[in-house]
T-cell receptor, first 111, second 113 residues
Framework: GQQVMQIPQYQHVQEGEDFTTYCNSS?????IQWYKQRPGGHPVFLIQ?????EVKKQKRLTFQFGEAKKNSSLHITATQTTDVGTYFC???????????FGTGTSLTVIP | SAVISQKPSRDICQRGTSLTIQCQVD?????MFWYRQQPGQSLTLIAT?????????ESGFVIDKFPISRPNLTFSTLTVSNMSPEDSSIYLC??????????FGDGTRLSIL
């Protein structure tokens, strides 16, 4: 079945340090989305990438979609305590309307 | 974006009982999904709620355990049947499809004693 893995599972960083989470799919994706889930909250949409090799930026966040459309990354520059949460990638397939969430990376930012 | 209301927000249930979770959207949507998120885990898709037809279940989930209704384009229910402690989880509904952002309800935090 469809599998979307993320590494690392957990990451602790000092405030101001950079952070990267990697997302890998077992199959080619039509697009990839990133979500952030704060403790006790529900996932909130961050961004969608569609094109092979696409790179998008949102302030301190940089998102990349791999050339083969099977992997993606999220990089946060100079983390802040407000970045705390779990970051999930989610992939859509060309067939069907389902979305498959990655295993998630939990980010802790130490002030 | 769609506003999704999910009820109840949390519940504590006895094993062997059933609970129905409601998901109401403020606009008509084609696709509605139900997910389960076990403590500290990712979201696992249970099923796609189809309007006017039976839900489409993912591997490992069956209709007898998780019956779903979708009577119209703004509403769906998920029932967790014959509950056991292993069903303790957060259940989330969402709207969207594979090419659009998914918007989630606040979730139902379910604990089974």
């Amino acid at each position: 079945g469809q599998q979307v893995m993320q590494i690392p599972q957990y990451q602790h960083v000092q405030e101001g340090e950079d952070f990267t989470t990697y997302c890998n799919s077992s199959t080619t994706l039509s697009n990839i989305q990133w979500y952030k889930q704060r403790p006790g909250g529900h996932p909130v949409f961050l961004i969608q990438l569609v094109k092979s090799g696409e790179v998008k930026k949102q302030k301190r966040l940089t998102f990349q979609f791999g050339e083969a459309k099977k992997n993606s990354s999220l990089h946060i520059t100079a983390t802040q305590t407000t970045d705390v949460g779990t970051y999930f990638c989610a992939g859509g397939l060309d067939t069907g309307n389902q979305f498959y969430f990655g295993t998630g990376t939990s980010l802790t930012v130490i002030p | 974006s769609a506003v999704i209301s999910q009820k109840p927000s949390r519940d504590i249930c006895q094993r062997g009982t059933s609970l129905t979770i409601q998901c109401q959207v403020d606009s008509q949507v084609t696709m509605m999904f139900w997910y389960r998120q076990q403590p500290g885990q990712s979201l696992t898709l249970i099923a796609t709620a189809n309007q006017g037809s039976e839900a489409t279940y993912e591997s490992g989930f069956v209709i007898d355990k998780f019956p779903i209704s979708r009577p119209n384009l703004t509403f769906s229910t998920l029932t967790v049947s014959n509950m056991s402690p292993e069903d303790s989880s957060i259940y989330l509904c969402s709207v969207g499809n594979a090419n659009q952002p998914q918007h989630f309800g606040d979730g139902t935090r379910l604990s089974i004693l």
